[in-house]
């Protein structure tokens, strides 16, 4: 859960982070709590793991809720986020892109041909290096 727990620290935290990016990551994690609810025991592990938060919208859990909370703040973090379109998380990382874009924080996004597999993830990690790259003050 990488790139959700890196969006996670960013947004909750823009004091500390000037930047963070997400490879296909879990965006609307009370969608995958519940798609995860059909799996025996997978939602047991999740609210083990981050806590019995995310059952609840509207908290330090829900990245919309975050990145909502960031819209009238000075402190916000740049991000990137990329997803392939054949990603089963395809759908929620558009959905969190446009309620970023629509919120007015300054969000790269990235999207080509690509699955939840580390042949995608590979193919990507260079251009978010490029991109933190970029953020660097020249000198």
Partial sequence: MGGYGALRLGLSHPDRYAAVASISGVTDILARRNAGSTVQGR???????????????????????????L????????????????????????????????????????ETPGSHEWGFWDSKIEPVLAWLKSLLPKS
């Fill in 43 to 69: 939602s047991a592990t999740m609210d083990a793991i981050l806590g019995a938060a995310l059952a609840q919208p509207d908290t330090n859990a829900d990245l919309f809720t975050l990145a909502s909370a």
């Fill in 71 to 110: 819209a009238s703040s000075e402190q916000r973090p740049k991000i990137y986020q990329c997803c392939g379109t054949e990603d089963f998380l395809y759908e929620e990382n558009v959905k969190f892109r446009d309620h970023a874009k629509e919120l007015g924080l300054d969000l790269t996004y990235d």
